[in-house]
């Protein structure tokens, strides 16, 4: 019984050992090993085809940024330069004062000049009449104010209140003849500007006379021994028209010196008679013919813009 159990039990351990040759057959086991290496193979060639292709990427973004041009500096800042400009521009302007940093679209100032004035266009040729020693010629003055009003660069509109006074005199038979006026002048000029110094002006000027009479010395009378005053009436015209023209230098930031001359248009003593024309015995008349006399003033001043 016994060996019949031991056989049985060889029988079995026979049949186990044959089922597991089977199951671990050496081409199955040597096939296998080959697949595993094969897949180990080509993941291992895959991968450094994936870190050349990431590499290629980052060569070549490495090559487009070495072949970029450099950024270009950064520009001065603007604002910088043009204010440095028009502080430039502000040192070299005509019209800034010591005291602004700009020149204002709209300005004023203060004028004074003296002024050499001579009549001329008479009727009557007084420098050959063998009474009368030469036509009336004198000194005066005017001061004002003045504006500025931009037009364009470098081109203004520079209107003037003024006040002149002004006295020529010349003789007549030896007697002295004085005229003396104070009008309202009203220029209305255009100023252009040159080269940030200099400029040259011209325009209209209208006069309003505030007040005008002739000083004239007594005629003496030596056989009767007296003194005879003279009764004529020389008053200058209410209104009157001319041209004017001038120049100037920058001498200081917003100072400057004036050179100017104006020609009368209008007849200064349009009411005024010779004693031969007076119709009445009273009147405006004059020994001395004054039609057609007008006036011309030769001024050098000085100008200063307060803005």
Not at 117 to 142: A, Q, V, Y
Not at 167 to 187: A, C, G, I, N
Not at 225 to 234: F, L, P
Request: proline fraction near 5%; avoid cysteine; hydrophobic fraction near 40%.
């Amino acid at each position: 019984m016994n060996k019949i159990w031991t056989l049985v039990a060889s029988t079995m351990l026979a049949a186990s050992v044959a089922f597991a040759q089977d199951d671990f057959d050496p081409e199955y086991t040597d096939q296998a090993e080959e697949q595993v290496s094969e897949q180990v193979e080509e993941q291992a060639e895959e991968q450094p085809a994936e870190q050349e292709q990431v590499a290629e990427p980052a060569e070549e973004e490495q090559a487009n940024v070495a072949e970029e041009p450099a950024p270009a500096p950064a520009p001065a800042p603007v604002q910088a330069s043009f204010q440095e400009s028009e502080q430039t521009n502000v040192q070299n302007d005509e019209y800034a004062p010591a005291n602004t940093n700009n020149t204002p679209f709209l300005g004023f100032g203060v004028k004074f000049a003296f002024n050499y004035g001579r009549m001329f266009g008479f009727k009557e040729d007084l420098e050959n009449d063998s009474d009368i020693d030469g036509t009336p010629s004198g000194i005066g003055f005017d001061g004002g104010i003045m504006f500025r009003i931009q037009m364009i660069p470098n081109l203004y509109f520079t209107p003037e209140v003024n006040i002149a006074h002004i006295t020529t005199e010349h003789e007549f038979m030896h007697h002295k003849r004085k005229y003396v006026s104070t009008d309202l002048e009203l220029p209305l000029l255009m100023r252009g500007v040159i080269a940030n110094r200099f400029y040259v002006t011209g325009g209209a000027q209208f006069n309003f006379t505030l007040s005008s009479k002739a000083k004239i010395d007594a005629v003496e009378n030596a056989t009767l021994d007296i003194t005879v005053a003279s009764n004529e009436k020389v008053e200058q015209a209410t209104f009157g028209f001319g041209i004017v023209a001038g120049a100037g230098i920058n001498i200081v930031a917003g100072l400057f010196f004036d050179f100017r001359f104006y020609m009368g248009i209008t007849e200064l003593y349009p009411d005024v008679k010779t004693l031969d024309d007076l119709e009445f015995a009273t009147g405006d008349y004059s020994l001395v013919d004054m039609s057609g006399a007008r006036m011309m003033k030769f001024k050098v001043g000085l100008s200063y813009w307060i803005i």
